[in-house]
Structures are given as structure tokens and as C-alpha cells.
């Protein structure tokens, strides 16, 4: 079984960056596609980020310019470096690992419990 585990999340004002990791337990994760997703209260969990197994990446509309995806095979972990945040930023953000596709419409068979992101305006 694999397992994800996000960290970095927290409050940060308006305009603050924060960065997000995931670990993967698996030791090597080269294989999979891995993504970002966000859940607001009372809205639909929705895409943010991926990177696939070539560190190719694809972004939402909404955080292009401003967030960044990485991975780093040897740890096996991915990041999402968020700058210039919003308070529409708020939300829990999952990380996903999936070998069936990638991006928004990929098949992400593993998830994370979800790491706490508020943004203060």
C-alpha cells in the first residue's frame, strides 16, 4: 500500500508564499504521476497542479504564474511552491499519485490526508 503524506500547510496573509511537501512511502516513485488537488469549504475538491513521470507539468487557470510543481525521485516527494497567495487559495490541499494518466483528468489511485491552507486577507 501506498501511502502520501502532505506537510507545510498553515496560515499565511495575502501576498505570502508557502510550500507544501509530500512524501511518498514508496521508494520509488519515478513511475507515477503526481498531483496537487484543493478542497474549499463547502465547494468541490478541484485541480491545482501535476507533474508526470517525465517532470512534465500542467496548471489550473487559477495558480498558473504563481504556484510551482517539482519532484524529487530520490526523495520521493513532490512540492508545490505557492507565491502571491489569495484568500481563494484557502483550502485543504491534497497530494495524489496515479499511473493511469496525469493532470486534471488522470487516474490518481493514492491520496493524501490533506494539509490546511488559509490565507488571510
Known amino acids: 500500500q501506498v501511502q502520501l503524506v502532505e506537510t507545510g500547510g498553515g496560515l499565511v496573509q495575502a501576498g505570502g508564499s508557502l510550500r507544501l511537501s509530500c512524501v511518498v512511502s514508496?521508494?520509488?516513485?519515478?513511475?507515477?504521476?503526481m498531483g496537487w488537488f484543493r478542497q474549499a469549504p463547502g465547494k468541490e475538491r478541484e485541480f491545482v497542479a501535476a507533474?508526470?513521470?517525465?517532470?512534465?507539468?500542467m496548471y489550473s487557470d487559477s495558480v498558473k504564474g504563481r504556484f510551482t510543481i517539482s519532484r524529487d525521485n530520490v526523495e520521493s516527494a513532490v512540492y508545490l511552491q505557492m507565491n502571491s497567495l489569495k484568500s481563494e487559495d484557502t483550502g485543504v490541499y491534497y497530494c495524489?499519485?496515479?499511473?493511469?494518466?496525469w493532470g486534471p483528468g488522470g487516474r490518481y489511485d493514492y491520496w493524501g490526508q490533506g494539509t490546511q491552507v488559509t490565507v488571510s486577507s
Open positions: 495524489a499519485a496515479g499511473a493511469h494518466g
Open positions: 507533474i508526470n513521470w517525465s517532470s512534465m507539468t
Open positions: 514508496r521508494r520509488d516513485a519515478s513511475g507515477y504521476a
